[in-house]
């Protein structure tokens, strides 16, 4: 039986993956590329607002790439409540990977693709490309502070794929290397509750 946290003060998170973007069919790696995101993208953004309607949303966060800030602003002004964007929290940088296929870096790429499908954390993509660890650092480091400005309220943030799945792992304290783990689809929406003794509870993931 886990131990009641009712009497500590709670903040609650709902982070959100942008909706479906433009070229999501080519399967490439946008990471800093500012897509926008499709009608159907639009759509998984209301889907999410209608789910927030009841919730005392205080304020909604994204990422300034476009894909991220159409959400907060369908999401935020369903809730008239303000939006920022955050550069800390985009994408991970692809370096020169970012705009090709899974295919197109084996390709082009052979051997350092060969040692990231290996280890996926590590490798950092030539020009200027992040590793897992350099996003990990970026993102908490503008994340976490939402987490004490918010304390004992409940915020919003749209972000990305890589972004959400740092910021899960960081919560459930798993290995930055067992990040992938985690499915995030378009327009999903996870709900975290951080208590003021420390405890992360991660009630819901992917939905």
Known sequence: M?????HLKRTRIYLIRHGQVENFELGAYNG???VPITETGRQQMMSVLERLQDQEVRAVY????RRTVEGAEIIAGGLQVPHTALSGIRERNFGDWEGLTYDE????????????RKDVTEVRPPGGGENSFDLAERVMKTYLPLLEKHAGETIAVVAHGGVNRIILAHAMRLEIRYMFRVDQRFGCLNWIDYYSDGFAHVRLVNS
């Open 32 to 34: 800093q590329i500012d």
């Open 2 to 6: 886990k131990p009641s946290r009712n």
């Open 105 to 116: 870096i084996g390709k082009d790429y052979p051997e350092l693709f060969d040692f990231w």
């Open 62 to 65: 994204c990422s300034d790439l």
